[in-house]
């Protein structure tokens, strides 16, 4: 046996452990680091003698795999104790004709500890698994203990969900439905175990812990109506399946959004110094939850003025935003001082060192500590600015109720103070920061339509568009598992970039090589155009003179009325068009292959034919922007700004296009959703966004071939819902395969890629003709 | 003849004026019209009518109607003593006699065809008619008619008729603003302001859900019966839950959000 990696103080364990398996070796010192730091000398013995069971089962690595990464972890949280109950189980598993569940058993182990904490919470859980199992296992047509429990393995994949939202007695009662009526009906079983069937649904929400939003909705209505006079219809949304983004409380025209439950919360056990004189944290009932969300909620209407959102960078938002959730609570405080205790609660209290502002973006900590010493007069913090900052909030609000628009300049003000290169870094620490009875704040920003503002404001734009997008946080997307029928929430992080720069020449060389091309469309560009102006008549001042206007006026004057109308001339408008458009360009590495029949690379084809395009689409005065992607797993998916909407087509984009480069994988669904809400924004009345691809998406990450196929289709559907048409031009001979499934009918295939620069605006304009 | 002082109002009561009420009033007493006081209860109409029947030192008759009343109740009866009968003056024919405010609280807890024997005392005529006694007393001079009622629980039973309201001048009281409302706590009770604006403040949360659970909000009454508990030593927050909360409903979903406002208000 190899044993390069293994270090020399590990060599015993390693001989102990007597795997064969490949995927092992490597992770394998990492892990008894892990287990060393972790367990008791015994517990670390133990350890290696129940993996090299798990490993000799039969099963391949995953097992033993996964044990060597959950089992100190989960011991951790249980005591050692805990893990003979659970090798027992696995032992019975693994005797049973369920050897397949042990893996998922394994896999959700800490999740269930994590939830459960004690032993003996554990232990009623695997007496329910043992359960489970007997009754499940082998009973079809009474031929016994043959054939394996239908849901087992799925129940496991659900457990962590489940025990999120039941307690160990809702999730016995949930089992006990879905055994007692499907345990003769295998594959309704297996939906009852994967949630997919409306009862399995239905005993689930009955199950619930916590508080129903259902349940307490004309407590909630009379809080509003009675404490705050202001009713509005509250809405309630899930937390626990099919939710599009990680749900957070909002208010929009419709009413106010909360989570369909809250559990009571119940504070950490922190250990304090005895010096600390400050009250200890209580607990909050999921009703007083409700009422601070609403509280807060119901302050902002109140207090709140929308201020215009492209007068600042995202940093700069993020600041204003925690500054007036602060006042607004200040002021909701003011009137009812009870909501004190209640948010003191609830706001989390970071600590001051937790961040690594070396490595990590710590702007998020740095404004929930400020966010905590504004709220909590006893706070710990000693940063001089977030102390000058707490001091001078409270200066500002005793002498009234201040303005959102003041904090709009403290907000700007501590982020210029407060300032660390760090900011910029991808990795933000989250870590008790979030504020979770705190709505996502849509109504405070206002967004100037943009588009045709004059040239120097445009360009003025320029500069802040590349200030505000270096450095964003990464967006968070779901993703659609088509074989769950579920979203995995928050599965792809998304990062958006400008786009490196080039020569904008190159691209001008371009334009001058298809000059005949050119041509040919502006006659094409020209058709389109005149029908889009409008005539604006009875204007004193205008660029023609309307003769029935004025012919009317001059009768008048000469018959003497008083008051021939002046407004005799007319203007005109170009309106007729109202596109939003959106070119997502896939940037993924196939894009560096020579297209057939010509030697340029499809990387070098499409740059020409997003150049000609876009010249075009200027021409037309459609709002558009342009945006490569690639990625490189679900954790790296890669946005490439280009053009912006209040962008022109000028030599800064021309620049980014010279630079395009290909390379990594095709995470289509994610890049489609972050254009998606750009292009939402947009006021036009029809929103078009066009995906120029070369294959199928795909990502090294995802084995199943239709996982993000079928990802892509929903992100369509996702989009349709939103007012946006998804249209597909497709370079890949062999796209008839799959494009129709996730475009429909909105596709076109180019077989012939060597036309595209051609092929591309023609395409674009037959499409919004 | 009947003691007209002991009618009369001995004391100046606190009252805490809103608007122009108090000259409007000598206004219509001037000239002797009869007067309506509408608005919830507990709001200070009784107050007003007493203080106003000290400021034009007059006597004052309060008649506290009810369903059970009848005309004779007003008027008045034969009663049966050792040589016979005797004829015994109601409240309001005693009002009339020796010119007093005649007050009927709550006219419309009074069934209908009793409140019509107040009509010719309401017009020019200023008569009473004594039908059993076989009198037509003619009205004092100083005589005068006042009612009360609350529109909030008017039902097609309870309405004053539109021929009886159509007799009488009338004030829309309601609950005083905010910081009047502190001050007549803090005044009649001697309770320190903040906390009188903080009882007010959970009136307030009462009332914005009239209509909605609760026929009637917390009143001015109740409020200054919570600030009396306080003063005498009870926690405010249980004074509150005792004065304002229970007394008005029974429904557990507006009783928790009053607890509630009173947590908020009263924070610990
Ligand atoms: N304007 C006011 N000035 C002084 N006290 C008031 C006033 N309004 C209400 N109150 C208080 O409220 C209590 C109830 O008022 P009251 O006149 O009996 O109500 P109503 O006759 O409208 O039912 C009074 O005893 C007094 O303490
Ligand atoms: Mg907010």
Redesign the interface.
Known sequence: METLNIPPELERYWKDLDCGFKPVEPVFAECMREAMAVLSPQGVEEYISNARFLGKMGRGAEPILVFLEVAPNTAKILGEEAMHAIMACVKVLWKSPNGKAITPFLQSMHAVAERLRTAEQMQHYLDLVLDFTERTTGSVHGIHKTFPSPGLPDFFNQVPRLLSLLTIQGLRNWVEYGVRYYNNHPERQIDYFTLQSADSRAVLQRERQGTLLVDNERKLDMYMRGLWRDPEQLIPYSLAYDELRKPQPYFDKLGIRLPDAYDDFVPAVTVRSARDQRPAAVSVSGLNRYRACLAHIAAHRRWSKAVIADNFSPFQRIAIELLEDSRVEYLAMREYPGLRPIFMALHPEPEEDACDTEHESSIRHRLAMLSRAILDAQHSYQHPYIVEYANRFHELMRSGDASTAEMADMGVSFIAKTRLKSDQSAKIHFKNTEVDYRDDNRHLWQFIEQGDEEETFADQNNAQVEEAIEGLPPRLYPEWDYSNSTYRPDWVSVYERIHPHGNPADIDALLNKHAALAKRLKKLLDLLKPQDKVRIRYQEEGSELDLDVALRSLIDYKSGSSSPDPRINMSHRNDGRSIAVMLLVDLSESLNQKAAGCDQTILQLSQEALSILSWAIEKLGDPFAIAGFHSNTRHDVRYLHIKGYSEHWGDEVKSRLAAMEAGYSTRMGAAMRHAAHYLERQTADKKLLLVLTDGEPADVDSHDERMLIEDARMAVKELDQQGIFSYCINLDPKADEYVADIFGKQYTIIDNVAQLPEKLPQLFISLTK | MTNKDQYKVAQEPFYQAQGGEVALYEAAYRARLPVMVKGPTGCGKSRFVEYMAWKLDKPLITVACNEDMTASDLVGRYLLDANGTRWLDGPLTVAARIGAICYLDEIVEARQDTTVVIHPLTDHRRTLPLDKKGELLAAHPDFQLVISYNPGYQSLMKDLKQSTKQRFTAFDFDYPTADVEADILSKETGMDKAISAKLV?IGA??R??KG??LDEGISTRLLVYAATLINGGVAPRAACRMALVRPITDDA??R???D??I??????
């Open positions: 403040k949360v009462a914005n859900l909605h659970g979903d507006i928790d959000t009053l509630h406002a947590d908020a208000t009263f924070a610990q």
